[in-house]
Structure formats: structure tokens, C-alpha cells
């Protein structure tokens, strides 16, 4: 009962952090210590739309933007005891969940290979904690959801 208190919270920090990990800068990179770029997620999959990587843009738009608002909203509803959200939650939630620290890896992949190659230097900004911390809050909401229901 009184993990039914915390699901609501959980949610709100997940979303919130969701919102200013799509947002805020994941990485500050830096080339020839001259240029300088701070993109955001959203920022990032623009540039690959009008640099002409619509393919790309669309795949890191759909795992990492879609797909974890698509969960956070599904479990918002379930949550708030709708039926439908339930079943679905129940259903895809398995689906959901392996894809949610995906986008997170690819750009801890990139921030690497950047370090790595020699050409630029690459920093964790804090768009990527936030967006680290709404994959993993939204699986421990998921998870007391899934268990209050199973419970109940």
C-alpha cells in the first residue's frame, strides 16, 4: 500500500526528467579547441532531418522520443487505474522496457567513441543524466505498477 503513494512521484520525476533530457545539452563536444557544440536530443535528431539522414533521424526520434513517452504515458494511465492502460501496460511493458536504456547506451557510445578517437573531446552534460534518470524512474514506476496489480 504504501509503494501506491510513491507511483505518482516516480511518474512526475520521470516525465519531468524525460522533458529536460529531450531538451537540455547530453554532451558538450569539443574540436581542435576552437568549436565548440552542445546539442541537445531534440536538437540532434533536427540536424540529422535537415542534413538529409531522415532515415536516422526518424529511428533515433522513434527510440528515443517516442517509444519513452509512449511508456511514461501508458503508465500514467495505468496508474490512474484505467482498464485499458492496464492491459496494455501488462502486455507491452516487457517490449517498452527493453528499449528504454537504449538511446541512453548510444549516447554513452558517443560520448566514448568521441574521447576515444582523438579528434574532439566529448562531456556528459546534464541533458543525459536526466534523460539516464527518466528511463530508470519510469521502470521502478513501471515495476510498482506491474506489482500492485499482480498484488491486488
Request: hydrophobic residues 60%; proline residues 3%.
Amino acid at each position: 500500500m504504501t509503494m501506491r503513494l510513491f507511483i505518482p512521484f516516480f511518474l512526475f520525476l520521470a516525465t519531468f526528467s524525460l522533458a529536460l533530457g529531450l531538451s537540455m545539452p547530453l554532451m558538450n563536444v569539443s574540436r581542435l579547441y576552437f568549436f565548440d557544440d552542445n546539442p541537445s536530443l531534440l536538437g540532434i535528431i533536427g540536424s540529422l532531418w535537415t542534413g538529409g539522414d531522415w532515415l536516422l533521424a526518424l529511428i533515433v526520434a522513434l527510440f528515443s522520443v517516442i517509444l519513452p513517452i509512449t511508456k511514461l504515458a501508458v503508465a500514467h494511465l495505468a496508474a490512474a487505474q484505467v482498464a485499458a492502460a492496464r492491459h496494455i501496460l501488462h502486455r507491452w511493458i516487457g517490449i517498452l522496457s527493453k528499449w528504454s536504456m537504449l538511446d541512453v547506451l548510444l549516447v554513452a557510445l558517443v560520448i566514448f567513441g568521441a574521447k576515444t578517437s582523438g579528434l574532439a573531446t566529448a562531456i556528459a552534460q546534464p541533458g543525459l543524466w536526466f534523460f539516464t534518470a527518466s528511463a530508470i524512474l519510469s521502470a521502478v514506476a513501471t515495476h510498482f505498477i506491474v506489482r500492485q496489480e499482480t498484488t491486488a
